[in-house]
């Protein structure tokens, strides 16, 4: 799969689909087609539809629907940490396959970051699998636009949490730069 130039895989978007992208908060009548681009976004976990219903409903004003020719092209959830609401945690980040290496990501991630009712947070934490590298990049790429003052540590063991089922989630904290 080419991922650094998916126009060539798909030449119907060699138009700059990064131009026909429209980014808004998730309604409940989108919860079936997030739950639809999770599942072809491998590494990601899927969770049941309801899950996504809910966060299309519940968390719409943390989470963000990208949608490209009226198609889902990416969609982030996240939530402000119930012990620390100035910290946003990111759960998935999913962009389909038609629009991969563009970028994509990291502006869900920063617009999502510039909506008002979020503008207090001061931090974004995420897991990530170890090899998760579109993951690690993306986030990687947030610290160092912050100041590369983020630092990594377990949160969930394969062996002790996990019971061996699941790879060990790396919890990356992320202080943001407020004075920008």
Not at 5 to 30: L, T, V
Not at 89 to 98: I, R
Request: net charge negative; with cysteine.
């Amino acid at each position: 799969m080419i991922v650094s130039a998916p126009w060539i895989a798909y030449p119907e978007i060699s138009e700059k689909p990064e131009n026909h992208w429209s980014f808004s908060e998730p309604k409940a009548e989108d919860g079936d087609d997030v739950y639809k681009l999770i599942a072809n976004c491998p590494p990601l976990d899927v969770n049941s539809s309801y899950c996504n219903f809910l966060q299309a409903t519940h968390f719409s004003q943390t989470c963000i629907l990208v949608r490209y020719k009226g198609e889902v092209a990416g969609f982030a959830s996240a939530y402000r940490k119930p012990q620390q609401p100035n910290t946003l945690f990111v759960w998935q980040v999913a962009v389909s396959s038609k629009c991969r290496g563009l970028g994509l990501a990291s502006q869900m991630i920063e617009k999502l970051l510039a909506r008002k009712h979020l503008s207090d947070i001061t931090a974004v934490e995420t897991t990530i699998t170890q090899d998760n590298q579109a993951s690690w990049a993306l986030f990687k790429k947030l610290d160092a636009h912050n100041g590369q003052h983020g630092h990594i540590s377990t949160f969930l063991d394969e062996n002790t949490h996990f019971k061996g089922k699941h790879d060990t989630e790396y919890l990356y904290h992320i202080p943001l730069n407020t004075t920008q």
